[in-house]
């Protein structure tokens, strides 16, 4: 691929004693050439190679062991005619709405919450970021445990006298996938609220002061003080929430494994049982190329927009 | 305002990109044809992470180093780990020397890519490994008619229940499949789910097991084997028999069975929710202390007295890399794992529910594994499971197609249309 | 006054209400976790017995000297530590580079090359993981805790860039022309102006880093092939054993692993409050 070279060498503090200018420097500084590029090559080659390859795969038939088979396009043509893909496919988008809008939400609210220095604010705050941090093992452990026939959900639905809405939760076909929303959610909450909480903190106080003394209600300086200055955050939350929401695999994969049959399947784990449990990586690698497809044509699309405002 | 200048951008990245795939494209799928090492210890790569059995292994690795013939490294990996990486280790520029895995089908695919050592050397030259069962010899030849296997242990499986509770329900092992149906009805009038499955969670395998002896019992192993291995299709009128005796006991099997893992299952049928359940002697591990002498099993009844009695004994073993530098130090390991007192060593150290595979070697001495070994020698035939029989990749559309039929089980012929469509994916692959 | 004590009561009002409401949250949080911990106390028997969702009708201790001795987490928490301190200090300071030099400056194809570093983010990284073990091998670096962090940083890198633009783009230019209008050069600008004006963003991303490199389990299994190397997300499905697993050696197993993360993240979120003041330069 093609990598742009620049001389590595930190340029001394100049004094720009020649020529001032009026808006920031037009020829960019080797340093900042340098500070671009190292990263870049970094991915570039951890990334980048590993990807190409894999997109190569997609070409291919391949098991793992014995030399590939190249067979064009035939992956994407198997793809097209694919019930389980179509559905999976289906479950990806409704997985993006539902999961990525409520943890959106749920999480810019949960920052507005707490967003104040208070006694005790540290503590909630640990409190919902608990989840993220607990290891998969555990949590898919104890949701399971929630979720059984003879589970604590069951029980509490009976309990307070709901006994008719007892479920299978993780095995019924029409209830799987929403059972693992949650536990999904429960986990995702607590980050999306620590990147808002972040953008938050940068919000000038004079603003709302500004606006209070204007006489401006609490919903009135959200709507027109938080949310636009929240706007370039905003941008990044959501782009980490729609990626995270392709992405969006340990969950699905240690409750449900996209079962029962297929109800719960998204993109990510028909990819990861094709390419590892069926052992056709030429397939797998061809589902990773359409997730990334969808993934860099939503973000793209969004971004755009995004920056087109900014500017 | 667009800085892009996406259009010619995107198309000479494009060019760039196609030949730089097809260069590249070529080093990700290589196997490498480097060595290992022929320094230091036999590296020997373990899926036994359960920690009992962890433990026992390494009681096995420290008795080999003290024989002073030479040493091993043993490494254990999750099983789940190991499963998936198997192949990416075999094919790796500095493989392990000696695996654990099971013989049969999946060795032989290995065998079939040249990624395995050739043990017939191991095999003549060891005067325990000459007095192994044939059945043993023939599992562990590849079809390339050499050794690729040493054998370690086996277990089998069983329809296992609790003397206790039968005693209190008043029930006792059934003889025929029409004294198994008897057995069910009365439980059930006894308000117990007859046929405990734990078959949910991640251990959707579980009911394969039913798959398997019905096949084995109706249609023979021989058919079996041959089906697994994809010279008959799922959709013909055998299976299809297998399914219609599957639908007589059915409404007898637990209604949370297709939701609950199986180490939940072996609770309820501890704790007397159901009645018995089709297993391997793994479940075991799952029991409390308490209840291990209280655990029974019986024979999965005979359907068709006319098909030979087969049974299934999965064995579980070694192998080694086919580009080991230090394949002397492996022989010598692996003489020593097929010993008496090697086999000896790892069953006192793990659970003692399973089987050596030498025929001197002593096992764990309960009434359970005695009974077990009776169990395993009436048998003609021996098959190991559905997936060691046929391959891993196959599993998946079986765990598919029986969850299904145990939701709905009228759906039975669009089932296995598509479990044969999904199955030729993998045959053809 | 009546009218300051009206205020007085509705302001303790609210705090009771916020106190009850976020509480309340709080707990219904930590149930399932509260969960995790009941279970890390119980003997195998006991879950064998009776099953996960059940009572507690046991009590002990050795879960948790199981996990660290038998299950070698010991080993396997300081590797963890070996590959995530330096993972999120160096991935951090590069994003935070690349970052200050796509923001800040006119580069040309900016736009693009921050796209091209988040797409790298984009990629399902399942299907890295046979090209990635590869690579590590045809450098020769596989099986060894560099290669870790070097993919770690390798995959992290373009996500923490995106992130760190997004908050620096919001910088005011004017702070920038008045530096450079003082005399300084890029370092001095990035290091004593945009750096400490993103702290916020730094302080989140890095508790945000260092519990997922922590927790990370794909990478490690993929680079990784020895036990003694491991971190302790792989130690704790080592626990797991091929059919039958112990429940409550891996719920205390998993109570070790959590604990360096919440003390991260507890030292940490005191810096998102250290708020940041956009009216001051320099």
Known sequence: MAVLTAPERKSPARLPTSGKRARGPRRTPPLVLAFVLIPLLAEALWVFWPALQGFYLALTRWDGVSAPQFVGLDNFREMAHDDVFRSAAGHTVLWLVVFGGLSALLGLAAALLLQQERRGVGFYRAALFLPVVFSLVATALVWQAIYQPDGVLNQLLESVGLGSLRHAWLADQDTALYAVIVPALWRQIGYVMVLYLAGLKGIDPALYEAAKVDGASAWQRFRHVTLPQLRSVNAVVVSVIIIDSLRSFDVVWSLTRGGPYHSSELLSTYMYSTAFQSLRLGYGSALAVVIFVLAFGVICSYLVRAFREAD | ?429 | ?282
């Open chain 3, 1 to 282: 006054m009546s009218a300051n004590s009206t205020a007085l009561r509705r302001k303790r009002a609210a705090t009771a209400g916020f106190h009850l409401g976020a509480g309340a949250l709080a707990v219904l949080w930590l149930l399932p976790i509260a969960l995790v911990l009941v279970t890390s106390l119980r003997s195998f028997d006991d879950i064998a017995a009776h099953g996960l969702g059940s009572w507690p009708q046991s009590f002990t201790l050795g879960n948790f000297h199981q996990a660290w001795v038998d299950g070698g987490q010991q080993r396997a928490l300081i590797n963890s530590l070996l590959v995530t301190v330096p993972c999120v200090l160096v991935t951090l300071a590069l994003a935070a580079m690349a970052a200050f030099g796509l923001s800040r400056y006119e580069l040309p194809f900016r736009r693009s090359l921050l796209l091209l570093m988040l797409g790298g983010n984009l990629l399902p990284p399942q299907i890295l993981l046979i090209p990635v073990s590869k690579l590590s091998e045809l450098i020769g670096v596989f099986d060894t805790l560099p290669a870790l962090i070097g993919v770690q940083i390798g995959f992290g890198v373009g996500f923490y860039v995106f992130v760190l633009h997004g908050f620096m783009r919001s910088i005011p230019v004017e702070i920038q022309q008045a530096a450079v209008v003082d005399g300084a050069g890029p370092w001095q600008i990035f290091w004593r102006i945009i750096l400490p004006l993103t702290r916020p963003a730094l302080a989140a991303l890095s508790a945000l880093s260092f519990t997922w490199i922590f927790n990370d389990l794909l990478w490690a299994i993929t680079v990784l092939r020895s036990d003694t190397k491991m971190p302790i997300t792989a130690a704790l499905i080592g626990l797991q054993g091929q059919y039958v697993s112990m429940w409550n050696v891996i719920a205390a197993g998993s109570v070790i692993a959590a604990a360096p993360t919440v003390a991260v993240f507890l030292r940490f979120q005191r810096h998102f409050v250290a708020g940041l003041n956009l009216g001051a330069v320099k």
């Open chain 2, 1 to 429: 305002m667009a800085n892009f200048q996406t259009g010619r951008r995107r198309f000479l990245a494009g060019l760039g990109a196609a030949g730089t795939t097809a260069l590249l494209g070529g080093c990700v799928t290589s196997t490498s044809s480097g060595k290992s090492s022929s320094k230091g210890p036999v590296t020997l790569q373990s899926n036994l992470s359960a920690p009992q059995a962890k433990a026992a292994m390494e009681d096995l690795v420290a008795a080999y180093g003290k024989k002073g013939s030479g040493k091993a490294g043993l490494n254990t990996v999750a099983a789940e780990t190991f499963r998936t990486q198997l192949p990416t280790y075999l094919t790796s520029a500095n493989p392990p020397d000696v695996y654990t895995w099971y013989p049969g089908s999946v060795a032989n695919a290995y065998a079939k890519k040249n990624l395995l050592l050739d043990l017939d050397e191991v095999w003549s030259s060891s005067p325990d490994l000459k007095r192994y069962t044939k059945a043993l010899n023939s599992l562990c030849t590849a079809s390339s008619g050499k050794k690729v296997f040493v054998p370690n242990t086996y277990y089998w499986w069983g329809m296992f229940y609790r003397k206790s509770h039968f005693a209190k329900w008043g029930v006792s092992e059934p003889k025929s499949w029409d004294d198994f149906l008897d057995l069910c009805d009365k439980l059930k009038s006894k308000g117990v789910a007859p046929i405990g499955l734990g078959a949910g969670g991640n251990t959707p395998w579980v009911a394969s097991a039913w798959f398997d002896y019905l096949d084995i019992r109706i249609n023979g192993a021989q058919y079996h084997r041959e089906l697994l291995a994809g010279k008959h299709r799922f959709d013909d009128p055998e299976v299809r028999k297998v399914f219609d005796r599957w639908q007589e006991v059915l409404p007898y099997f637990d209604p949370n069975g297709v939701a609950i893992p199986f180490q939940d299952a072996t609770t309820a049928l501890l704790n007397g929710h159901t009645g018995m359940m089709l297993i391997g002697t793994f479940f075991a591990d799952a029991a409390p202390k308490s209840a291990l002498d209280d655990i029974d099993f019986f024979r999965f009844p005979v359907i068709d007295s006319k098909v030979p009695l087969a049974e299934e004994a999965p064995v579980d073993g070694y192998f080694a890399s086919v580009r080991t530098g230090r394949r002397d130090q492996v022989f010598d390991l692996l003489r020593y794992l097929a010993t008496a007192e090697a086999q000896e060593i790892y069953i006192k150290g793990s659970s003692g529910t399973v089987l050596p595979c030498n025929p001197d070697a002593k096992d764990a001495g309960t009434a359970l594994v005695k009974k077990g070994r009776k169990h395993v020698d009436a048998a003609a035939e021996i098959t190991q499971f559905f997936n060691r029989d046929s391959s891993d990749a196959l599993q998946p559309t079986a765990d598919t197609a029986l969850t299904k039929f145990l939701a709905k089980p009228k759906s039975i012929g669009g089932i296995l249309t598509d479990w044969q469509r999904d199955a030729e994916k993998i045959w053809n692959a």
